[in-house]
């Protein structure tokens, strides 16, 4: 059935669980007994083991980055637009990993998986992940797949801070390191949108305090509204005039028509919303937006974005979207001058579009273009 | 005891209540068989009834634009900044005045009065207004004060947008008129986040269905949710960053400590949410923000705002604030563009602030300068 895939797709994928029986120690001091892993490869890696690329996923992605789960599955990957034999992460020659982070809920130990100690769902008792914990626990699986240095690390957003974290505390693993449409740390309006969307959940009184499905519950309605805030916060204005306008999905503005008036926008948000509400998880959603908060890649050098950068060995790519108001350009043209401060060797693009922050995960020739030529330099030549 | 009050201020005000006994007819066809309008007035109306100006007020005003209800109010009213004796709208010489908009919380017929045929709160039964219907009820309003003719019509934000109307609808009552941080209709963004703010107040299972009143109940989750939002919007990314940065209220980040992480931020914004969320009627906040998202000045004029604006006979003030991203600088263009190309006369500033569309409410000397000179022009010489 694989021929009814595009060509250059990695066609049918199946995910993989690594288990870890020794302890996990998170930054915060908390300690995780044992736990699992599941992930994706694509591509084979190579004997000289030269080859690994790591994708790390942001907020709302799990470890399937490409090709899809069955013949009848209709959506591919999360970044199937740049994974895939010819594509700019070419399979045909890098073997590609990307892992579901500790503490999400598509697979890997997380809120919405058993305690092995009480066999009860972790629910809100499940530590609080960082950045840092994610690229050890990375590192873990890395080495479980006999792999001990990546070609390059890449990521967009959360996935990209992910990259830049893995260049400063394991700069002999990483030869290359890309982060699109990310930044050194979030703002103080960036930590209000995630706030706001934790509030949506933790106000909800289905949350039942976090232990939802030990209680037979579920905060669809706080975690519908986080979406929605979220959401709009990945879309640019002009994007969102250009695509709904102020269209009306029904009912009309005339004089006596009582009828509900409903934005095309308005429609589209709350679908959004709810399909999210009954997909993912509402504690992995706090712990997600709670480990962007605490990001800050310059913590361990007082502040310092061109000390921490200076332990890195990586060939970086740094691009930025330029209608992304989430890290606008100015957060990655941070990272760019901390680089060239740091004397590191490091390409920067910004990308014209009218995608917002979703920007590094939607088609546009010029992102392409642009990733897929830089992409050569990674790998064996 | 007015002598406590500082001596620019119009000193201890007192509400007013207008009654009409006739029945109103809202654009949507609703009709209110009677209703109220709450009001203040600061200065005296002329012998030749030349000298009044009506302040309209935003999303979440009142009536109370300016001076204090009790020698003990600590908190002026909303525009006192340039209301007063002295100030840009100068009490010595302008009757100044400004009425809680028609289904609104602050004493004028609203959802959270009684409907007179049931003796219940209207709730979600109350009509929705639209700013065309406000202008109309404010020009009953001033019929009733024995008032023809406005030397000027302004206000920020809504408040700009039913000024804006007023000159077009009613053209020969309007000498002046002064719309800030407005815009000519709201964009497919702006209508996202007000949806959000909507959904809020409408999942919080406390709404029942808006008539939480008589249920004895209060969507309070849901509107400190939907202020949290709507604050945020109203604050610049800059001037976030000053005010919190990163700052943690409580807790730290380092490893082992497990307190909550709250950053100043969120801390204040759910204390804004929670407060607000007491004093403001949740169906209002429903209608307000559909009054917002149903308003296009273009409308009539099949979506030409030249056309639109040709009607008009006043002199125009537009002021835009550079950080306002809600209704930002652009949006303001595009009015005095329209206003020039219909040959109009028309003043337009932007002023530098990192206030964000709170601009207009606070304190900035170019802003309150600007307004002050502009003002010597309107009313008698």
Sequence with gaps: MAEQFPQDSVGLVTAQVAR?????TFE????????????ETYGELSQARDNAVLICHALSGSHHAAGFHSPEDGRPGWW?????PGKAIDTRRLFVVCSNNLGCCDGSSGPNTSNPDTDMPWGGQFPQPQVKDWVRSQKQLA????????????????????ALQWAIDFPDWVDHCVALAAAPGLTAQNIAFNEIARHAILSDPDWSNGNYLAQGTLPARGVALAR?????????????SDRFGRELREGSFSPGDNSEWVFQVESYLRHQGTRFSTQFD???????TRALDLFDLSAGDGGSLVNALSRSEADFLIASFSSDWRFPPQRSIEIRDALLAAGKRVTYANIETDNGHDGFLLPNPTYEALLKQWMQRVGPL
């Design 20 to 24: 870890f029986d020794e302890p996990f």
């Design 28 to 39: 915060n001091g908390a300690v995780l007994p044992r736990h699992e892993l599941v992930y």
């Design 80 to 84: 199937d637009l740049a994974i895939g």
């Design 143 to 162: 080495e479980h797949l006999g792999i001990s240095r990546w070609a390059a690390v890449m990521g967009g957003s959360l996935g990209g801070m992910q």
């Design 228 to 240: 929605m805030v979220g959401h709009l916060t990945y879309m640019s204005a002009d994007g969102m």
């Design 282 to 288: 509402a504690n992995t959603y706090v712990l997600m």
